[in-house]
């Protein structure tokens, strides 16, 4: 890779159906253009490890149905409390889960 700037869309052109995806922690410092991004373009079957928490951006993928697979110590949204589409999911059994220790 040549260039070291790129805009949202060529970032998440790089990101592909059924990638192992890392995501910030909490609601801080994510690349949510990015997110948009993916989630627009309608990438699937992707692996989610968060760092630390998942919270915003990987309840905004999950609810998106981006996500197959998460790989997480928790997955809140902060001081705004439970994650509804990751609640969701997982009680519908829909998401497969991997635990971080």
């Known amino acids: 890779m040549s260039k070291k700037v ?3 869309a060529e970032a998440a052109s790089m990101i592909k159906t059924g990638m ?3 995501v910030g922690a909490g609601m801080d410092m994510n690349p949510m ?11 699937k079957n992707l692996t989610l490890t968060s760092v630390l928490t998942g919270g915003y951006v990987a309840d905004l993928l999950i609810g998106a149905n981006c996500v197959s697979t998460v790989q ?5 949204m ?19 889960m991997l635990e971080t220790i």
């Open 72 to 76: 997480f110590p928790q997955i809140v």
């Open 20 to 22: 192992h995806l890392g």
């Open 33 to 43: 253009p990015v997110i948009r991004e993916v989630i627009k373009n309608q990438i």
């Open 78 to 96: 902060d001081e705004f409390g439970l994650a509804p589409n990751f609640s969701r999911t997982t009680k519908a059994g829909k998401l497969k």
């Open 6 to 8: 790129m805009t949202a």
